[in-house]
């Protein structure tokens, strides 16, 4: 197990601490020792499973090893300080958190509550890599349920839908998603679950060859355009497919986009060219193209949409959309950032250690965001992936997204210091507030008391650090003024 695990992070993190993996693997299987699961297999194996499952995140060594020792205090005579002795205090915490939410007993049913529910659960857990490790236990758990009685079952599978689900959908994290709804699909509404998943089957087995011969057909034109591409099935999802006939108020035999492929390429460029060579090669169904790369989802998605029509009228949704974009997709914006830096790495130069901190940061405060409004802006302006760094006259290197003002350094530097900016000195020159920063500059903000933000500034800042505070600012003195 060990060595799948080891495997499995050196291909995204070649110079992973692997001692101290393997000490948590070890200390796992001892505190586990004796201990066997539902299934009757060795407990430290759900341990395993879970830490391998975030694998596909491509997360830190600190919660792999965390997710090694999850149960640890919950199930075993280990208590804290012992886990900080040997761990230190990052992974130690971050088993508490997982160990806190258990204790979360989420007895009330209603989904009205679900919302406040993880609203506290958010407020409770500091750090949002304890909710997705959750997340990644309660996928296994529910992989293996059939192992519990039948009440249990439905109890698991119900909190799973009303409380797991949604994180995992705000994270953009749809490969779980996608898993947990169906599991749970087959546990809540088993008849449901069992008659759609039979004629979903036929309906497969009836198109093989119209679906074989869409591919082949893609993959010939392509082929002798020279563009690089791959092309992925479509997983089927029948909670989504049960959803859509609910939605649309139509039986199973009428629902029409069954089938989709994903064709996976290099550029964006190579996207739209794909699309024409599609366009001109297959008969499109007609408002079936939707362009999610010029206008990304609320989550980031990018894709492009377009349904045609293949050999004895089977209709197949095709999506287009580069590694990077595909990526995204599947694990969301958690992984996203991991996948970028591991390919950023020897331009890097200037952020030695990976910034796991700031961008779980950030992917709390999505989970936190009420307004969508604002919620979009700060996706698109945080998502922008490039990076700059400047410094403090004292030394401190400040990160900033890539077309950062001097008003937005200000903000990052302090709140107070921001709302008081006066102006700022760029390598000893006085610049003007719009200023664009780049890497390597050092900043001096200038105060003055008197100073206030002004609705001119929303248009000055890129950062949704500094907007949110200069709309808070001007929320509050808005009778004064
Ligand atoms: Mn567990």
């Given at each position: 197990m060990?060595?799948?695990?080891?495997?499995?992070?050196?291909?995204?993190?070649?110079?992973a601490?692997?001692?101290?993996?393997?000490?948590?693997f070890?200390?796992?299987?001892?505190a586990?020792?004796?201990?066997?699961?539902a299934?009757?297999e060795?407990?430290?194996?759900?341990?395993?499973?879970?830490?391998?499952?975030?694998?596909?995140l491509?997360?830190d060594?600190?919660?792999?090893?965390?997710?090694?020792?999850?149960?640890?205090?919950?199930?075993t005579?280990?208590?804290?300080?012992?886990l900080?002795?040997?761990?230190?205090?990052?992974?130690?915490a971050?088993?508490e958190?997982?160990?806190?939410?258990?204790?979360?007993?989420?007895?009330?049913?209603?989904t009205?509550?679900?919302?406040?529910w993880?609203?506290?659960?958010?407020?409770v857990?500091?750090?949002?890599?304890v909710?997705?490790?959750?997340?990644?236990?309660?996928?296994?758990?529910?992989?293996?349920?059939?192992?519990l009685?039948?009440?249990?079952?439905?109890?698991?599978?119900?909190?799973?839908?009303?409380?797991?689900?949604?994180?995992?959908?705000?994270l953009?994290?749809?490969?779980?998603?996608?898993?947990?709804?169906?599991?749970?699909?087959?546990?809540?509404?088993?008849?449901?679950?069992?008659?759609?998943?039979?004629?979903?089957?036929?309906?497969?087995?009836?198109?093989?060859?119209?679906?074989?011969n869409?591919?082949?057909?893609i993959?010939?034109?392509?082929?002798?355009?020279e563009?690089?591409?791959?092309?992925?099935?479509?997983?089927?999802?029948?909670?989504?497919?049960?959803?859509?006939m609910?939605?649309?108020?139509?039986?199973?035999?009428?629902?029409?986009?069954?089938?989709?492929?994903?064709?996976?390429?290099?550029?964006?460029?190579?996207c739209y060219?794909?699309?024409?060579?599609?366009?001109?090669?297959?008969?499109?169904?007609?408002n079936?193209?939707?362009?999610?790369?010029?206008?990304?989802?609320?989550n980031m998605y990018?894709?492009?949409?377009?349904?045609?029509?293949?050999?004895?009228g089977?209709?197949?949704?095709?999506?287009?959309?580069?590694e990077?974009?595909?990526?995204?997709?599947?694990?969301?914006?958690?992984?996203?950032w991991?996948?970028?830096?591991?390919?950023?790495?020897?331009?890097?130069?200037?952020?030695?250690?990976?910034?796991?901190?700031?961008?779980l940061?950030?992917?709390?405060?999505?989970?936190?965001?009420?307004?969508?409004?604002?919620f979009?802006?700060?996706?698109?302006?945080?998502?922008?992936?490039?990076?700059?760094?400047?410094?403090t006259?004292?030394?401190?290197?400040?990160?900033?997204?890539?077309?950062?003002t001097?008003?937005?350094?200000?903000?990052?530097?302090h709140?107070?210091?921001?709302?008081?900016?006066?102006?700022?000195?760029?390598?000893?020159?006085?610049?003007?507030?719009?200023?664009?920063?780049?890497?390597?500059?050092?900043?001096?903000?200038?105060?003055?008391?008197?100073?206030?933000?002004?609705?001119?500034?929303?248009?000055?800042?890129?950062?949704?650090?500094?907007?949110s505070?200069?709309?808070?600012?001007l929320?509050?003195?808005?009778?004064?003024?």
């Open positions: 060990i060595e799948k695990l080891k495997r499995a992070i050196s291909e995204y993190m070649p110079e601490d692997f001692n101290l993996l393997e000490k948590a070890t200390f796992a299987s001892n586990h020792f004796c201990q066997t699961r299934t009757g060795p407990y430290v194996n759900h341990c395993f499973e879970v830490a391998m499952i975030l694998t596909e491509r997360l060594v600190s919660t792999i090893c965390a997710a090694l020792l999850h149960d640890i205090i919950e199930d005579l280990v208590v804290r300080e012992e900080k002795e040997e761990f230190g205090e990052e992974i130690t971050l088993i958190g997982v160990t806190k939410i258990n204790k979360y007993k989420y007895e009330d049913q209603l009205a509550q679900a919302e406040n993880r609203k506290m659960l958010l407020a857990v500091k750090d949002t890599r909710i997705i490790i959750k997340l990644a236990d309660r996928l296994h758990n529910m992989r293996t349920i059939k192992y009685t039948p009440d249990k079952q439905k109890k698991i599978a119900q909190e799973t839908l009303t409380l797991y689900t949604p994180f995992a959908h705000r953009g994290i749809y490969m779980w998603k996608g898993e947990l709804e169906d599991l749970t699909f087959e546990i809540l509404e088993p008849e449901k679950y069992n008659e759609i998943r039979i004629k979903w089957q036929l309906r497969s087995e009836n198109n093989m060859k119209n679906l074989a869409v591919e082949s057909q993959n010939e034109k392509l082929g002798s355009a563009i690089p591409f791959r092309i992925l099935a479509r997983p089927k999802n029948l909670y989504g497919i049960y959803k859509k609910q939605r649309q108020e139509k039986p199973f035999s009428s629902i029409q986009d069954l089938f989709g492929m994903r064709i996976i390429t290099d550029t964006e460029e190579h060219q794909i699309l024409s060579i599609v366009q001109s090669e297959f008969e499109i169904v007609e079936s193209f939707t362009d999610y790369i010029a206008v990304p989802k609320n990018q894709s492009i949409h377009t349904t045609v029509v293949g050999d004895n089977i209709i197949v949704e095709v999506q287009i959309r580069t990077d974009m595909h990526k995204r997709a599947e694990y969301g914006i958690a992984a996203h991991r996948y970028k830096e591991s390919f950023d790495k020897k331009n890097a130069a200037t952020s030695k250690t990976v910034d796991t901190e700031s961008h940061e950030f992917i709390k405060h999505i989970l936190e965001s009420k307004d969508s409004d604002e979009l802006t700060a996706i698109k302006t945080e998502c922008n992936f490039e990076q700059i760094y400047v410094a006259p004292k030394g401190r290197v400040i990160k900033l997204p890539e077309g950062s001097a008003l937005d350094f200000a903000y990052a530097v709140s107070d210091i921001g709302d008081t900016c006066m102006g700022v000195k760029v390598d000893g020159k006085i610049v003007s507030l719009d200023y664009k920063l780049t890497t390597g500059q050092t900043c001096e903000v200038l105060t003055r008391k008197n100073i206030k933000p002004t609705e001119h500034w929303l248009d000055i800042v890129v950062t949704a650090q500094a907007k505070r200069i709309r808070k600012y929320r509050e003195n808005k009778n004064k003024r």
